[in-house]
């Protein structure tokens, strides 16, 4: 058990819908990074807050949208969803900025 | 050319053998290079980091890095069924991972 927690831990829902996927860090973790797994373009880093702050992006579609909250939980928006927006989503969170990644449990997210 | 190379595998191998898994990549600015092992419907599992060129251990695992030719591998001796999972490589030059799409790796008792 890494110490990241994420819910839920599936999701089912339909084309053009918005959903919200939530991660909490490990403890005493200030940096949390989205990632986005699917089987043909494989894990890719999506985004990262540090305490609060968007750090740094990487190949995430206009219509993803996250935050970290002061009590540093972050939660991920998708909206306008499309069958390919299909995949594992996973956190992971680290200790500062550029330190090592814990990864959490993941979402599955299906879109019908 | 992708950043990050490794071959998919499948690999099968008895128990107790030895295994090696390896990437290259493109990019040399990357500094850190970690491996992560991924079972089945669960999130990735660090198991080795490096930072320089050379050999780390630890237990059953040996992570190589050979800068020069832009290449690591990571080694597992005395294989167990246990250690059946995807293995996936990472680079780090900033703050991104770049992630290799991942080796499967069957270990049969």
């Known amino acids: 058990d890494s110490g990241v927690t994420q819910t839920p831990k599936h999701l089912i829902t339909a084309t053009g819908q918005r959903v919200t996927l939530r991660c909490s860090p490990r403890?005493?973790?200030?940096?949390v990074y989205w990632y986005q797994q699917s089987l043909d373009q494989g894990l890719q880093f999506l985004i990262q807050?540090?305490?609060?702050?968007?750090?740094a992006k990487g190949n995430i579609l206009e219509r993803f949208s996250a935050q970290q909250f002061p009590d540093l939980h972050s939660e991920l928006n998708l909206s306008s969803l499309e069958l390919g927006d299909s995949a594992l989503y996973f956190c992971?969170?680290?200790?500062?900025?550029?330190?090592?990644?814990?990864f959490g449990p993941g979402t599955r997210l299906l879109v019908l | 050319q992708k950043e990050v190379e490794q071959d998919p595998g499948p690999l099968s191998v008895p128990e107790g053998a030895i295994v090696s898994l390896n990437c290259t990549y493109s990019?040399?600015?990357?500094?850190?290079f970690m491996w992560y092992r991924q079972y089945s419907r669960k999130g990735p599992e660090l198991l080795m980091y490096?930072?320089?060129?050379g050999n780390k251990e630890d237990g059953r695992f040996t992570a190589q890095v050979d800068k020069s030719s832009k290449y690591i591998s990571l080694f597992i001796r005395d294989s167990q069924p246990s250690d059946s999972a995807t293995y996936l490589c990472?680079?780090?030059?900033?703050?991104?991972?770049?992630f290799g799409k991942g080796t499967t790796l069957s270990v049969s008792s």
């Open positions: 403890s005493g973790d200030l940096s």
């Open positions: 990019n040399s600015a990357f500094q850190y």
């Open positions: 490096t930072y320089s060129s």
């Open positions: 807050y540090y305490n609060g702050e968007e750090r």
């Open positions: 992971a969170s680290s200790r500062g900025d550029q330190e090592t990644q814990y």
């Open positions: 990472a680079m780090q030059a900033g703050t991104a991972l770049i």
